[in-house]
């Protein structure tokens, strides 16, 4: 009796060619992205994002983190802080402590180099 290897060979085959399709389809269409988990983690990290006005027309729009703050300012500057040492509210800081943003409650303000650039803010 003899064996018929190319039938077997072919069948073969056909059956690993199913299968590298089945992995690769499934891979394509059920796995996430790895942008996908990226922008989750970024989006779980981030909380609420809160508008404050602020005194001479400025705002603050925060977007919170759990250990930092993104700034953008009514006067087109945008910045990552990160969250700073504080006996009372948030405060979030820069290394050298030149830029420092406030916030307790519904309240928040900024300072620059010692001096306030941005006071009176409320949430809207």
């Given at each position: 009796?003899?064996?018929?290897w190319?039938?077997?060979v072919a069948?073969a085959?056909?059956?690993?060619?199913?299968?590298?399709a089945?992995?690769?389809?499934?891979?394509?269409?059920?796995?996430?992205?790895v942008?996908?988990?990226v922008?989750?983690?970024?989006?779980s990290?981030?909380s609420?994002?809160t508008?404050?006005?602020?005194?001479?027309?400025?705002s603050i729009?925060v977007?919170?983190?759990?250990?930092?703050a993104?700034?953008?300012?009514?006067?087109g500057r945008?910045?990552t802080?990160?969250?700073?040492?504080?006996?009372?509210g948030?405060?979030?800081?820069n290394?050298?402590e030149?830029?420092?943003?406030?916030?307790k409650?519904?309240?928040?303000?900024?300072?620059?180099?010692?001096?306030?650039?941005?006071?009176t803010?409320?949430?809207?």
């Open positions: 009796m003899e064996h018929d190319k039938g077997q069948i085959v056909v059956l690993l060619g199913i299968g590298a089945a992995v690769y389809w499934f891979g394509q269409n059920m796995l996430p992205s942008e996908g988990i922008s989750n983690e970024r989006q990290a981030v609420a994002q508008v404050f006005t602020c005194d001479g027309g400025k729009v977007a919170f983190g759990s250990d930092q993104h700034l953008t300012l009514s006067d945008e910045m802080i990160p969250h700073a040492a504080s006996a009372s948030a405060r979030y800081a290394a050298d030149s830029f420092v943003f406030w916030n409650g519904t309240t928040a303000l900024i300072e620059e180099r010692g001096e306030m650039t941005y006071s803010c409320v949430t809207n």
